[in-house]
């Protein structure tokens, strides 16, 4: 009999320790969200040349690091530098016209004062010489436009960052407006961390968060900057038709799941790795605000 009690209290006190520890982890899993559905993620700068033609020079390859106003390829200016002369011509043909237009007035001002012509001669040399001007600041812009088509013949990088994903060669034909390579912008690395819709409620701007990638131990810090305000509706029934609200899959097709949403957070640490767009972390968020933290600040340390 007391066997039997001792075996029913330890089996009580068994059930009671884990339903506390399961309680405990809810509530903890609630009020302090954490998470191993989550990306590094950076913007990504499509550089795509302002001019068509061949490339005659390439000044990085792939995975390169670069910086601002690095040189990344350059196309060739043959033809650039010959309409950059033609527009030239243009201008000195115009500015010599505006003379001869310009003398013609004076002297037909000159023979209209002394009632030598007629007030018609006088008024058609005063439109010949406003169409000169006129077309005189024409070709100085054509000169203008021919010179900035000279100058996108190269192509610098527009930001700190990483050219990657590079599959070009000098010789190929590029066409303006096409997307060649792109650069990794340095400056804008940032976590999204996928929580439950039931946990939002408990997420703040500012919120610090503690960030672990995987293959890494080491941690670093982070801090909460924003929180997504929708996501792609998948059954059809959403206005989104161009695909700009981010898709995410439920992990369990036959249950109904709550939606997850893409909270930002900015790297406030240095990470044991330089990050990389796609890389898997863990993020747990902890009750601590950072109330000076500036949301939407893209800046990251890296080591």
């Known amino acids: 009999m007391k066997a039997r009690l ?21 509530q903890r899993y609630l009020y302090d969200p954490w998470t191993r559905d989550s990306q590094v993620r950076a913007n990504i700068v499509g550089i795509a040349p302002r001019v068509s033609g061949p490339i005659t020079h390439i000044a990085v390859h792939d995975n390169q690091q670069i910086k601002s106003g690095d040189l990344l390829f350059e196309i060739d200016p043959a033809d650039f530098n010959a309409q950059l002369n033609v527009a030239a011509g243009q201008v000195l043909n115009s500015e010599a016209n505006l003379k001869q237009r310009k003398q013609d007035l004076d002297r037909q001002s000159e023979l209209y004062r002394n009632h030598v012509v007629a007030e018609q001669d006088f008024q058609n040399a ?14 100085k812009a054509n000169l203008e436009l021919a010179r900035l088509n000279l100058s996108y013949t190269k192509v610098f990088a527009p930001v700190n960052g990483y050219v990657t994903n590079m599959n070009t060669s000098e010789g190929t034909y590029v066409t303006a407006g ?9 400056s ?3 976590i999204a961390a996928y929580f439950k819709e039931t946990q939002l ?3 703040q701007i500012g919120q610090k968060a503690n960030l672990a990638l995987m293959g890494y131990k080491q941690p670093f810090q982070g801090v909460v900057r924003s929180i997504g305000w929708g996501i792609y509706v998948q059954d059809g029934s959403g206005s989104d038709a161009t695909g700009l609200l981010p898709s995410i899959s439920q992990t369990v097709d036959w249950v ?25 972390v863990s993020v747990a968020l902890t009750p601590d605000i950072d ?10 340390v890296q080591p």
């Open 188 to 190: 804008s690395f940032w």
């Open 6 to 26: 001792f075996n029913f209290l330890i089996t009580l006190v068994v059930v009671c320790l884990a339903t506390w520890a399961a309680w405990t982890l809810y």
């Open 256 to 280: 109904r799941l709550p939606q997850r949403f893409a909270v930002r957070i900015e790297p406030s640490g240095a990470p044991p790795v330089p990050l990389r767009i796609g890389q898997t």
């Open 291 to 300: 109330h000076t933290a500036a949301p939407l600040n893209h800046g990251v």
């Open 201 to 203: 409620a408990h997420i």
């Open 126 to 139: 005063q439109d010949n010489f406003s169409a000169a001007q006129a077309q005189l600041v024409s070709a």
């Open 178 to 186: 096409k997307q060649l390579l792109a650069l990794v912008d340095a």
